[in-house]
């Protein structure tokens, strides 16, 4: 079995920051993309960065130019620095991850718990 643990969320002013982590633990061999999405109330959950492990990026739109992922893949831990955050970035925020469990199983999607951003003044 796999877990991912977040961490970092909390309450920030608009124009803050704050910065998550996910560390991957369990039965690992390899894993692929790790990624954050988030959900707000009422919406469906969307992606805001995913990074493979060459460390290939994609960003939503949204976060672009103020959100930054990162990787280390010798921790299996991803990070997203949120600069400059707005209200509408709060949400839970979820780390999921394309995991291969020993070298002959089938890769498996893995998510956390999530960890809650509050943006308000």
């Known amino acids: 079995q796999v877990q991912l643990v977040e961490s970092g969320g909390g309450l920030v002013q608009p124009g803050g920051s704050l910065r998550l982590s996910c560390a991957a633990s369990?039965?690992?061999?390899?894993?692929?993309?790790m990624g954050w999405y988030r959900q707000a109330p009422g919406k469906q959950r969307e992606l805001v960065a995913h990074?493979?492990?060459?460390?290939?990026?994609d960003y939503a739109d949204s976060v672009k130019g103020r959100f930054t992922i990162s990787r280390d893949n010798a921790k299996n831990t991803i990070y997203l620095q949120m600069n400059n955050l707005k209200p509408e970035d709060a949400a839970a925020y979820y780390c999921?991850?394309?995991?291969?469990?020993?070298?002959?199983?089938?890769?498996?999607?893995?998510w956390g718990q999530g960890t809650q951003v509050t943006v308000s003044s």
């Open positions: 990074i493979i492990p060459s460390g290939i990026i």
């Open positions: 369990g039965s690992i061999f390899k894993i692929y993309t």
């Open positions: 999921n991850a394309d995991v291969q469990t020993t070298v002959v199983s089938a890769r498996t999607i893995y």
